[in-house]
């Protein structure tokens, strides 16, 4: 039987086997889970979509934001449509910090899709981020964006340094670059791990060094904490990953603990954030490649699905910084993400039963890619298994048992195809770009117990 033929009556409710279950299960659907999730949400989360649309929500979803009362924004910011770029990422920060309203314009980066022609005539590097001030001058690096950020936009907070620190201040400056490349050389060569550590330690010392605990020059964030943030997070993510170094939470490195706990303050830092395993997949077609060593293998193991559970079971690798998302926020977030978007989600983890498309990309979590020849018989699957997941979510159980049914009741073959989609969406929740690490973690976790009923 070809996969178009799947079929397709075990989805309709005319099919006697599918109407004596829901005889007996409460048979849900999106307007009911919406109704649910709606009667479960707090004020703030209820609003959510209507302020995403105003520009005042804090989000990673924004296209647009909007600060202070502004009616419109400041600046366009180009930056990359997966929340993968460490450049990107620095602007972004600093944007947020500095509250200087702003609209965004994503652009895939070449590892994972083609740039738009418009994007292309006005950097014809491709090279993101990018950003347009509004009625001014347009700037086209990162480190060209952040100063023109701090001199047209002096009164909304400044993070240069007071004349006092300007000289510490580019020594940290050429600090954050000499770790940057001991990382990059020791990350993709599987040399230098000694002079990494080293430097790294040297980063230790001027945290541990300055006038108050915390950021890098005392008790403010500055442009030296903007331009580490990036990639101290993924240096802290890969190495865990690839080298089974842990950075975050050792006794070796309390000061940067503490400052990663300064960042997790700032409002701006929290909705940029990223988790390890978006970062140590995100990584590798981005730079070419990256050594594992054998004392990662266990971390990698748990980071890639070891550690995707629900309950109580143990984790091998715990991330810090998320004790701002609650349980029950985390379930609620899951739900919403799903429900305001499981049209295009569904066919998006339909190309996990596909055949791959043409051009390919270097990006593993892009594999099929969006070129994919999606079975349209594979779709209504998918958006079954979605609706289970905001059952379970919103802790309808009778509306989660009638959905596994309902799959059930379907041909081996079909119940396949949506296994193979619900994989493949599992692997591909990215952080922040869809949801919080709480949200994803419950994701993927339920993701995987679908999978052992199916």
């Known amino acids: 039987m070809s996969t178009l033929a799947i079929p ?3 989805l309709l409710l005319s099919t006697p086997l599918v109407a004596s279950l829901s005889a007996s299960l409460s048979m849900p659907s999106w307007s ?5 999730l709606s009667s479960q949400q707090t004020p703030a989360e209820a609003s959510f979509r209507a302020r995403l649309a105003a520009g005042t929500a804090a989000s990673p979803l924004a296209s647009l934001r909007l600060f202070d009362g502004d009616a419109a924004p400041k600046v366009t910011f180009y930056r990359d449509s997966a929340s993968w770029c460490p450049y990107s990422h620095g602007v972004w920060l600093q944007l947020e910090a500095k509250r200087i309203s702003y609209q965004v314009e994503k652009v895939n980066m070449r590892c994972y899709g083609q740039k738009p022609a418009s994007f292309q005539r006005l950097q014809p590097s491709g090279a993101i981020p990018v950003l347009e001030v509004i009625g001014g001058g347009t700037y086209k690096d990162s480190a060209d964006i952040m100063l023109a950020l701090e001199e047209q936009f002096p009164a909304s907070r400044p993070l240069g340094p007071a004349a006092a620190d300007a000289g510490r201040y580019r020594e940290l400056f050429r600090l954050e670059r000499e770790l940057f490349s001991a990382w990059m050389g020791y990350l993709t060569s599987g040399r230098g791990r000694a002079g990494f550590l080293a430097v790294l330690g040297k980063v230790e010392a001027a945290l541990a060094a300055a006038a ?5 020059l005392g008790g403010r964030m500055t442009l030296v904490d903007v331009k580490f943030m990036p990639f101290l997070e993924r240096i802290d993510a890969s190495m865990c990953y690839f080298k089974g170094i842990r950075i975050r939470g050792s006794p070796d490195f309390p000061s940067i603990t503490r400052w990663f706990e300064a960042m997790e303050e700032e409002e ?3 909705i940029t954030k990223s988790d390890i395993y978006t970062h140590c997949w995100d990584l590798p077609p981005q730079i070419g ?7 990662g293998v266990p971390f990698k193991a748990a980071i890639d699905g070891g550690d995707w559970h629900l309950g109580e079971g143990t984790r091998v690798v715990e991330e810090g910084g998320w004790d701002w998302v609650g349980e029950e926020e985390a379930w609620r977030e899951v739900a919403e993400r799903f429900i305001a978007n499981h049209d295009a989600v569904a066919r998006f983890g339909a190309r996990g039963g596909s055949r791959p498309g043409f051009p390919s990309y270097s990006a593993p979590l892009v594999q099929g890619g969006p070129n994919s020849k999606v079975d349209e018989a594979v779709i209504p699957l998918v958006d079954d298994a979605l609706l289970w997941l905001v059952c379970k979510s919103l ?5 989660a048992e ?3 049914e309902k799959i059930k009741a379907c041909d081996p073959k079909a119940r396949r195809l949506a296994a193979a989609s619900v994989e ?6 990215g952080v922040p770009r869809d949801m919080t690490l709480p949200a994803a973690s419950r994701a993927r976790g339920a993701m995987n117990e679908l999978l052992t009923q199916i």
């Open 8 to 10: 397709l009556l075990c």
């Open 32 to 36: 009911s889970a919406a109704s649910l």
């Open 212 to 216: 108050a605990p915390g950021y890098f």
């Open 268 to 270: 701006g830092y929290r």
């Open 289 to 295: 490649g990256c050594v594992q060593e054998e004392a």
């Open 395 to 399: 802790g309808d159980r009778a509306g």
């Open 402 to 404: 009638a959905q596994v």
């Open 424 to 429: 493949y969406l599992r692997d591909r929740v």
